[in-house]
């Protein structure tokens, strides 16, 4: 079947369909964003998916954040286990109905806790890792190294600005992203979020050194500067059934 037109780009996101299942608290978030040919991106993707393009290109994102404060069902924050720095590398896909949405290559978390569950309910590809985040005279620098696999890391240092970054037509095409796609059993799974428009800020890439994006089938990426550089201080999300 051929993929219908992308539904539009939204800053704001669509609600909820009933009461939502879990929320989590993302905060002091990274954007880096290169431009790549889509022929790299499709054959990533989970069935029935085709590469999603702005401006005549795909995207390969590289996104480091802390999440904190998350519940499940109306629980209270969940401690520990659910606090915890998180650095993915994800692609941008719309299905057969165009319908937008993020596919992840890989995650990395600081909890094997959240980890297993993440594998098990969803299938998403985390990867349990040593994540960190320290804060010095305004620079953010991100660690990440897999636990068993040393060579498997990454370092993002960041300066952010005070400059927003409002109605802008590429931010909005790689950070106003209302679901994700993941692959269950086989069957292309589509899984809906929801939080109040991102406050964005133009941001320095100040250092990266990193090999996810080699390891993700992206060699040679990070080897050449970043296409797009934002920073936000975070949002809540709440994640359940979409209409």
Do not use: C
């Amino acid at each position: 079947m051929a993929n219908a037109e992308a539904h539009p780009i939204s800053a704001i996101a669509p609600p909820l369909a009933g009461r939502a299942a879990a929320s989590q608290r993302w905060s002091h978030l990274v954007f880096l964003h290169w431009r790549v040919d889509a022929a790299l991106v499709a054959g990533l993707l989970p069935k029935g998916l085709v590469p999603d393009e702005h401006d005549g290109s795909s995207w390969v994102g590289l996104i480091p954040f802390v999440l904190d404060r998350a519940t499940i069902l109306g629980s209270p924050p969940i401690p520990y286990f659910g606090t915890f720095v998180e650095v993915n590398v994800r692609l941008y896909a719309v299905d057969s109905e165009g319908r937008r949405g993020v596919v992840f290559v890989s995650l990395e978390a600081g909890r094997l806790a959240a980890v297993l569950a993440a594998r098990a309910l969803f299938s998403l590809p985390y990867v349990w890792s040593r994540t960190r985040l320290t804060v010095d005279s305004g620079q953010y620098r991100y660690n990440s190294t897999r636990h068993g696999n040393r060579t498997t890391r990454t370092e993002i240092v960041v300066r952010p600005g005070s400059i927003a970054v409002v109605d802008d037509p590429l931010s909005d095409f790689l950070t106003a992203r209302w679901a994700l796609f993941t692959s269950i059993r086989g069957r292309t799974v589509h899984l809906r979020n929801h939080h109040e428009p991102w406050p964005l800020f133009k941001a320095e890439l100040v250092r990266l050194d990193d090999t996810l994006l080699a390891v993700a089938g992206f060699s040679g990426l990070a080897d050449r500067a970043p296409d797009s550089v934002l920073y936000s201080p975070g949002v809540t999300t709440w994640f359940g059934r979409g209409n």
